[in-house]
């Protein structure tokens, strides 16, 4: 048992020269015996289980074998899906496809005419190109929560902000004047 301490056997009384040296010995290598780990077979479950892998992450040595095996080259996609669930990447991942693959969520048509913009706390703000674009979007927002959540998961967009396009404000500015502002610009 490697937890309990190990005793070495006491030297022989006037033990001297050489006895003293065999005594020292056999104490040093009691000890290593003692903390040195059991070596692990393949069918042991007390040493890694059946596929030879125990939690001290030593490496396996030889060649794999006909079966399948950790060892084995993986697909890229698998390792990724593993490291994205390994460290809890799910949600900003579904978030950032809300971004990436806007045309394929809610369609070509949809896409040529509107863009997500920003998405916070479940709340996905999207641009129309238009006010009529807008408001058709609106009336489709229970069907687009639907292709969204069948696409990227529940929860990830719980409520749709749709707004029209975007017009120049005259208000901002380190130096601004009160007042009407320009009137020449759109007309």
């Known amino acids: 048992?490697?937890?309990?301490?190990?005793?070495?056997?006491?030297?022989?009384?006037?033990?001297?020269?050489?006895?003293?040296?065999?005594?020292?010995?056999?104490?040093?290598?009691?000890?290593?015996?003692?903390?040195?780990?059991?070596?692990r077979t393949p069918g042991d479950p007390a040493s890694g289980g059946a596929d030879g892998r125990g939690g001290t992450g030593r490496r396996l040595r030889g060649y794999s074998g006909p079966g399948p095996d950790p060892r084995d080259p993986q697909m890229?996609?698998?390792?990724?899906?593993?490291?994205?669930?390994?460290?809890?990447?799910?949600?900003?991942?579904?978030?950032?496809?809300?971004?990436?693959?806007?045309?394929?969520?809610?369609?070509?048509?949809?896409?040529?005419?509107?863009?997500?913009?920003?998405?916070?706390?479940?709340?996905l703000t999207v641009e129309a190109e238009s006010t009529a674009w807008a408001t058709q979007l609106r009336l489709l927002t229970g069907s687009l929560l639907t292709r969204i959540a069948r696409e990227l998961g529940h929860n990830v967009v719980r409520r749709l902000h749709i707004h029209g396009p975007a017009v120049p404000s005259w208000s901002r500015g380190p130096r601004r004047v009160r007042g009407r502002g320009p009137r020449d610009t759109y007309g």
């Open 1 to 39: 048992m490697p937890d309990e301490p190990v005793t070495p056997p006491p030297a022989p009384p006037g033990a001297s020269g050489p006895e003293l040296a065999r005594a020292v010995l056999d104490a040093a290598k009691a000890r290593r015996e003692a903390v040195r780990p059991r070596r």
């Open 76 to 123: 890229l996609g698998t390792v990724l899906a593993r490291l994205v669930k390994a460290r809890g990447w799910q949600q900003p991942a579904a978030e950032a496809t809300v971004f990436g693959a806007w045309e394929r969520v809610v369609g070509p048509e949809i896409a040529k005419h509107s863009r997500p913009v920003k998405l916070e706390d479940g709340t």
